[in-house]
């Protein structure tokens, strides 16, 4: 167990690692825990690991669970329960363990690979199996869900209440897993255990959601109700939960045949007066990017969430990366301009997502929000978010049509947006350079005109407050964004409670840069920490080309799969201040 400061308040929290090999059930057992720790009245999350096998393969459930909200993962786990020790090295890098962990393995098993086992943890013996096959219906998950709830002093009720839920109607499957539980928390009865759950701050009313799902329903909150989508990983689970939700609130979900047909499907919905999305990864956003800049040159409203993952190419798919931030920026062809925004939580996904709705609408241009791995397929318990605020809206053309100008050099750079059908407001809608009417011109004058209106409507997030998030005070500051946030955040505390001075500054608004609000917020910083998941530090390089910062900048980078962690930033920041 570690303690903590997180926004000046001590914590501590146990991390748990549950590993198999594809089929043995630790997501399953892993969802239950995380159930079971919020109805228990705790906060948590679960993020999970895979190879990049179809089918089967290795498998782990990260799992921490505290006393009060947390964004990430430790330093270090606690507890590594493995059903089996198929594969296990690797993920060694990935489950850190500590000479306090606990290693617990199925003595029928074999010996854990010694990549996984750190100098001086305990290992305990559990036979899983056997203790599964002398039940009706036993699974070794179960049996494992039970020791470690039992070795963690969850509550009893949660789990079995936890079980149902998950489980649903299957009565029989419930009884039998339940039943294994009931064998696993016995066969911990009497092992002492140093890993335990701090008193529960018991509050009703949470929300367990993943990063996927928070961000559909903010696109739902915004106002969205067309999706084109194509499956892809890790963002199909997003377009998953949107299918039947879209549903429910009279809107609508095609799958397209692939990416280039998804995004021109969603163009085609918001030509035609329907706030539209689709969803992707770094593979597909390549294929997307002719058509966005189709949608920055008619200046149709579109949402692209683009849920980064390890490449280039295919990559690691599993995995989690920060390195499409470079093609969101400029992977467009031709002066494009677009609003390219990051939530830097899964809780934020929500709200973010709903942001770029209400942006795309009012501004009139596509919006990437990069989300990722680690964010969208994380479940986390959090507190219910604000209610929402009022559906996004466009500017919409009105009158009887004559001397109707679709693109109007307007001060703001928006015009009157007329909807296919209304009478007498006609105009041509394409990929070409045009007139204020909508009329194909390759003359020099239209061009830098509509070049500088399209430029100029991106003003309109100048006084958008959620541009950044910061918090602290001190001449050291973490510059950060995305899914770095929350290690960043955790660092930030920890650093504070060593007597250094820290502000942490969380960029949510990346396009258009905003080079003044970011030197008026480091006012008074000396030294800038810039923290991102990248290889070639493509944040690091953006804050040099677009800001004119002041301040010495290192750079603490890592590529994915492996996230940083609180203890590397923590680390970092102390070395720097003794310097």
């Not at 990260?62 to 198929?86: C, K, N, Q, T, Y």
Request: glycine residues 10%; negative net charge; charged residues 20%.
């Amino acid at each position: 167990m570690t303690q903590g400061t997180a926004r000046g308040e001590i914590r501590s929290s146990v991390s748990i690692a549950l590993t198999g090999s594809g089929g043995t059930g630790v997501m399953t057992a892993g969802n239950m825990l995380l159930e079971a720790a919020a109805l228990a009245g705790y906060y948590g999350l679960m993020s999970r690991s895979s190879g990049p096998q179809i089918r089967g393969g290795e498998a782990a459930a990260l799992i921490r669970l505290a006393g009060a909200p947390i964004e990430g993962h430790d330093d270090r786990f606690d507890l590594l329960v493995s059903v089996d020790w198929v594969n296990l090295e690797r993920f060694a890098a990935e489950i850190p363990l500590a000479a306090e962990s606990l290693v617990i393995g199925d003595p029928s098993q074999g010996e854990p690979p010694a990549a996984m086992v750190a100098p001086g943890a305990t290992r305990l013996e559990l036979p899983m199996k056997d203790i599964a096959k002398k039940l009706p219906g036993g699974r070794a998950n179960m049996v494992a869900l039970g020791y470690v709830a039992g070795l963690m002093g969850l509550p009893e009720a949660a789990v079995a209440e936890a079980v149902r839920r998950i489980l649903g109607s299957d009565g029989e499957r419930a009884a039998a897993s339940l039943a294994a539980i009931a064998a696993g928390r016995q066969a911990a009865s009497g092992v002492a255990c140093p890993h335990r759950l701090p008193p529960a701050p018991r509050r009703d009313g949470r929300w367990l959601i993943t990063g996927n799902e928070a961000a559909g329903y903010g696109a739902l909150r915004g106002g969205v109700r067309f999706v084109a989508a194509y499956p892809i990983t890790p963002a199909t689970e997003m377009l998953e939960w949107m299918s039947p939700a879209l549903g429910d609130v009279g809107g609508v979900l095609v799958q397209a045949e692939d990416e280039l047909a998804s995004i021109n499907m969603a163009i085609g919905a918001s030509y035609g007066g329907t706030p539209a999305l689709t969803a992707t990864s770094g593979p597909g956003l390549s294929l997307m990017t002719e058509a966005l800049g189709l949608a920055v040159a008619a200046e149709i409203p579109l949402v692209v969430v683009d849920v980064m993952r390890s490449g280039p190419s295919t990559g690691i798919p599993t995995k989690s990366e920060q390195s499409d931030l470079n093609i969101a920026l400029y992977g467009l062809h031709g002066d494009a301009p677009h609003v390219v925004v990051a939530p830097n939580s899964v809780a934020d996904c929500l709200a973010t997502t709903e942001w770029a709705v209400h942006l795309a609408e009012a501004m009139q241009v596509p919006v990437l929000v990069l989300s990722d791995q680690a964010m969208g397929q994380t479940r986390i318990v959090i507190d219910p978010p604000p209610a929402a605020g009022s559906a996004a809206r466009r500017a919409l053309a009105g009158g009887d049509g004559r001397d109707y100008r679709r693109y109007a050099l307007t001060p703001s750079g928006i015009s009157p947006m007329a909807i296919p059908g209304m009478p007498g407001l006609m105009y041509t809608a394409d990929g070409l350079e045009h007139s204020e009417r909508g009329t194909p011109s390759s003359q020099a004058t239209d061009h830098l005109a509509q070049l500088d209106k399209r430029r100029r409507k991106l003003a309109a997030v100048d006084d958008a407050p959620r541009w950044a998030d910061i918090e602290g005070e001190g001449e050291i500051a973490i510059l950060t964004w995305g899914s770095c946030t929350g290690p960043a955040r955790e660092a930030a505390a920890r650093a504070r409670a060593d007597g250094i001075a820290v502000k942490l500054v969380s960029l949510r608004l990346l396009a258009p840069a905003q080079p003044d609000r970011l030197a008026a917020s480091l006012a008074g910083v000396a030294r800038i920490l810039v923290v991102e998941q990248t290889h070639s530090g493509q944040f690091h390089r953006y804050l040099r080309a677009e800001h004119a910062l002041a301040a010495e900048m290192r750079s603490l980078r890592r590529p994915g799969p492996l996230p940083l962690r609180p203890h590397d930033i923590h680390h970092e920041l102390v070395r720097w201040s003794r310097s």
